[in-house]
């Protein structure tokens, strides 16, 4: 069993600098990619970004790319999400996931098991 604790929202001007953590329980060496999903007001939750537990891969959604880096300490057990560059498009509730196992491609919520329960990145001026 995976719990997920998602931090680190808040609000920030465009163009400005956030950090988000997942602190994770329950990892095992079965335990799948862990990833970053949003959902703006009004719209679908959409995959952000997502890394393999074992291995490191990374996937990022084309909106995010260059400016998002999602990384991960297995120490610390706790994957984090630095956003740099803002803007307002980028408002929404952020929500850190786990898969029970590994499953090609980890850009969709469906393929996801355990969430967190979410922290609100608010981008204006």
């Known amino acids: 069993q995976v719990q997920l604790v998602d931090s680190g929202g808040g609000l920030v001007q465009p163009g400005g600098s956030l950090r988000l953590a997942c602190a994770a329980s329950?990892?095992?060496?079965?335990?799948?990619?862990t990833g970053w999903f949003r959902q703006a007001r009004g719209k679908d939750r959409e995959f952000v970004a997502s890394?393999?537990?074992?291995?490191?891969?990374?996937w990022y959604a084309a909106s995010v790319k260059g400016r998002f880096t999602i990384s991960r300490d297995n120490a610390k057990n706790t994957v984090y999400l630095q956003m740099s560059n803002l803007k307002p498009e980028d408002t929404a509730v952020y929500y850190c996931?786990?898969?029970?196992?590994?499953?090609?491609?980890?850009?969709?919520?469906?393929?996801?098991?355990?969430w967190g329960q979410g922290t609100q990145v608010t981008v204006s001026s």
């Open positions: 890394i393999r537990w074992n291995g490191g891969d990374t």
């Open positions: 329950g990892i095992t060496s079965s335990t799948g990619a």
């Open positions: 996931a786990a898969q029970t196992s590994f499953a090609y491609y980890p850009t969709f919520p469906s393929k996801y098991d355990y």
